[in-house]
């Protein structure tokens, strides 16, 4: 015979399990934003390009090797939406103001990228891309820069601790401190972040990274708080530097920072040859 005391306990369990199957379905469903459509090309915009196909944890990915002038390659990291289509333009001003070379990939279940896209898979596909890079193509590890945008700055620290610890420097633009801090402005403080499965830790994990850091962050970012990019920033361990920039949004940093933006970049790869 039930009492009201196991009435209230079996009803704060049910709800307990509902509401844990649906922060977990939440934090999955605004997560990733895949887009599997090219639109663009690197040669629609006047620059040569190879196709590349490489292996990670059993999924094909594609990416775009870029040639540039001298032996150092940017290794990118994008956000959770769209694919490397979306990052053709400003690969065309990098190529143009930095003389480097890049690799753009899209992760698993982005783009012409087989499978779907997990936290564990963004690790696994950051470190493919970068073992392809040091093996296949041959590159000094310590030629390659790790760039991570907006959610990519969470696989590139992870590469920075991992396969990547050997690469020349690192540049997280537009980073947030991790999801959990995500949840609660998306969530207006509810303790949803309780339940979460995600942990996308930059602000406990970049401390540990051993290489030259630069921080970006548009000061007028509506996506990500510029607060946050501070935050990740101020975790950081020296050499470090850091450049706010009046008027950017979340992914128009090199757009609105212009000369400023590139001239951050250039000491990072300086700083790496001395």
Not at 11 to 25: K, S
Not at 45 to 62: E, I, P, Y
Not at 160 to 171: D, E, M
Request: glycine share 12%.
């Amino acid at each position: 015979m039930k009492t009201p005391m196991t009435s209230v306990l079996t009803g704060t369990l049910i709800l307990f399990c509902a509401l844990l199957v649906w922060v977990r379905w939440q934090e999955r469903a605004n997560l990733f934003f895949p887009s599997a459509d090219l639109y663009l090309t690197p040669a629609d915009l006047g620059l040569t390009f190879k196709d590349v196909r490489f292996g990670s944890a059993g999924n094909t990915l594609h990416g775009w090797y870029i040639p540039g002038e001298g032996e150092q390659v940017v290794l990118w990291l994008h956000g959770n939406a769209g694919n490397v289509s979306d990052r053709a333009d400003m690969a065309v001003a990098m190529n143009g103001a930095l003389g480097v070379s890049s690799f753009l990939f899209d992760y698993r279940g982005y783009g012409r990228s087989s499978g779907r896209p997990t936290e564990k898979g963004l690790y696994e596909d950051a470190a493919a891309a970068f073992r392809w890079l040091a093996e296949t193509k041959g590159i000094a590890p310590g030629d390659i820069f790790l760039y991570g945008h907006s959610l990519g700055s969470v696989a590139a620290v992870d590469l920075a601790l991992g396969a990547g610890k050997g690469a020349g420097g690192l540049v997280l633009e537009s980073p947030f401190t991790g999801a959990r801090d995500i949840a609660r402005m998306i969530y207006a403080g509810l303790p949803v972040d309780l339940f979460m499965s995600l942990k996308l830790d930059n602000v406990g994990r970049v401390g540990k990274v051993a290489m030259p850091v630069l921080v970006i962050h548009g000061e007028a970012d509506g996506t990500i708080p510029f607060e946050m990019g501070r935050k990740v920033f101020e975790a950081a361990a020296e050499p470090k530097r850091f450049l706010g920039i009046p008027g950017a949004d979340h992914s128009d940093c090199y757009i609105v920072g212009g000369e400023n933006y590139w001239s951050e970049w250039k000491k990072l790869l300086d700083q790496s040859q001395r």
